[in-house]
């Protein structure tokens, strides 16, 4: 049984270590390209006027670690704003950029979902009316913000003012001859680890004729998952985002 990590390539490399240790054949195969923004000039403008938002919301541990590539050197995180992660993959990436921990705010570890709405539940009651919040998420490859507008209108509806900043680009990846016989070869029994609907929209732009069947997919939310089912695999499986979570699902195709 392989298992192919869909993941950004760092975070795909990460992953693969961690299953080949609990003894599965991983394979890093990543269905998205992270990209540096085509302007960084907006990046450093918001890094400029950070300690003017009440709070700073980051999509991914990715939207993280480009926001800080770009940071000024005269500028620092402001003990004025927080951190809102909508997982602890986010917040370990703001923990290695160096925010506190106790700026930090995330959804419990026992959270149903790590996404915009859980991450609401805990941070509601901060927003007040003209409060200002920096959102910080990805592109397309054209430079464009991309991704779900959900968190953005709630703040909106509590009066607070939303300014959106691009720190990356989400572009589909270029396979090879060999990367194309390797996925050909995982729509017969292989297992894909989805935590993107975007992998699996590039996935099937890629081999649009292929029959997805008789593999299977571990998704890490709904929406995920609901993807995959679109997308033709004939066995779906949902699971919390963490690596436990996940090895145990994995466990259960054994």
Avoid at 68 to 94: D, E, H, I, K, Y
Wanted: proline letters at 6%.
């Amino acid at each position: 049984m392989r298992v192919f990590v869909t993941r950004p390539e760092s975070e795909a490399r990460r992953w693969v270590d961690d299953l080949a240790e609990r003894g599965f054949d991983a394979l890093a195969f990543p269905l998205i390209t992270i990209l540096p923004p085509l302007d960084t000039k907006p990046l450093q403008k918001a890094w400029e006027m950070l300690h003017s938002y009440r709070a700073a919301m980051f999509v991914s541990g990715n939207a993280v670690r480009h926001f800080f590539v770009q940071r000024p050197t005269q500028c620092s995180w402001p003990a004025t704003a927080r951190a809102w992660a909508t997982g602890a993959g986010t917040r370990n990436a703001l923990l290695e950029c160096g925010v506190d921990g106790a700026w930090i705010d995330m959804p419990p570890a026992n959270a149903a979902q790590f996404d915009s709405e859980a991450l609401w539940e805990q941070v509601a009651t901060q927003i007040h009316p003209r409060d200002a919040v920096l959102i910080v998420r990805g592109g397309g490859s054209d430079g464009a913000a991309s991704g779900r507008d959900w968190l953005a209108d709630r703040l909106a509806a509590a009066g607070a003012r939303v300014d959106t900043v691009v720190s990356y680009r989400r572009a589909p990846p270029a396979l090879d001859a060999q990367q194309l016989a390797q996925a050909q070869a995982g729509a017969a029994g292989g297992v894909w680890l989805f935590s993107s609907s975007e992998a699996i929209s590039h996935l099937a732009k890629l081999l649009p004729a292929q029959r997805w069947t008789d593999a299977r997919a571990v998704a890490t939310h709904p929406r995920i998952a609901a993807a995959a089912r679109r997308c033709g695999f004939g066995v779906v499986c949902e699971s919390r985002p963490g690596l436990a979570a996940v090895v145990a699902v994995l466990e259960s195709f054994r």
